[in-house]
């Protein structure tokens, strides 16, 4: 790229950027919707054929700017809005977000360390030697000299200025993993973590899998089809639950051929943009896993009043902006009934630095340890819970009452 433009080079013209197009618009909509609001007392009577030219002129151009459009009503104004806006558009916090009681808690908080935050420590003998978690291979470990070679590339690939992708690829290689679907003991009843790459699930209602409600009826909102595809995602798989009964589960929480129950979501965008974008994508990701979790709750607690709250209904995400990340936690706002929820910053870190590396693969391993060891059987509850309601008979070996 020159240093510097001739002096007779015509100026470039920007790029344009349909999501911030798409919220100009909404606020003009939304100055034509209010200076329409005239009443017929202070209204002054038309004069003459020019005054009802104008009028129809008016009237012609608020028709072409929602024709096409949805129109969400809330009771001070009618706000339009195209659907195509996405979690990258300026006022989508504000639109989407808020309304529906989803807020982004993004202060920088002291939290020692993963361990610190689910109260375990580090498995001296590796996390394949924990009880019940011995047939998982997703876990993020390695030696010293694998932390600084994953240091050293994250800092070469930087210097380059390789594009999202990379630094996405590079992360689910090393990272990120996934374990092999095909194996012979795969039917043991052991929790496994499911990860999946930009899978489409888009809410359903009358289902199990719903987006979740606006709250507050005095903010803006627009509708949004909530068909977030993230970058990367963990599901448990249903082979940790009893075959028995697993046909079952669709019947009381979402199930996906053989996943359900997601726990942690992650995000990429390349590095040297805001992390904005990242940061909305999450929060919309990991509300309707929550608000879903969250219903699942509800039904169990309606089958058995004496299960009371759990402190497990969580959602974990991470936002990766070229070599920086940042490690999030939804929790429900109320535990009697839904009122929206929280993503707050736990610890962020730049993988330039070895000792980041190090803090990134911790926490990677004790969210999985969490969705496996903790997660996963809090779901396997409630289900047998609403089941059990239903008539289905479910056992009650090994199972954990709270």
Known sequence: MPAALQADAPPRVPDTDADSTSAIWIDVRKNLDMSARVTKRDARPPRGPASDTGRSSLLSERSSLVDGAESVGTPDSTLTSRTGITPRSAKFTD?????????????????????AHFGTSLPIEGYK???????????????????RSLSNEYKEMKTLGLCEE?????????LLRRARRSLPDSDDRQWRGERMLQLVVPPKENAHWRKPPVLDTTLPAVEWSWDIRPDCAYWLSLKGFNPRYRFQIQNCAYVRDWITCPYFTVEFKRDGVSEDAAVAQVAAAGSIALYNRYRLREA??????????????????????????????LTPRDDKQWGGCTMT?????????????????HWINEIHRWGLATHGPSCERDIKAVLRLGGVRTSYIHEVLG
């Open 345 to 361: 910053r736990l610890i962020g870190a730049d993988c330039t630095d070895a000792y980041g590396v190090e803090e990134l693969a």
């Open 300 to 329: 169990a607690r309606e089958a058995r009043p004496d299960l009371g709250g759990d402190s497990h209904i969580r959602h974990y995400t991470l936002t990766f902006v070229g070599s920086k990340f940042v490690f999030w936690v």
């Open 166 to 174: 990379e630094f996405a690829s590079f992360a689910k290689e090393q």
């Open 129 to 147: 030697k924990l009880e019940g978690l011995a047939h998982t291979d997703i876990w993020a470990t390695g030696g010293d000299d694998w932390v």
């Open 95 to 115: 639109l989407v977000l808020l309304p529906r009681g989803i807020r982004i808690n993004d202060t920088n908080a002291i939290v020692p360390s993963a361990f």
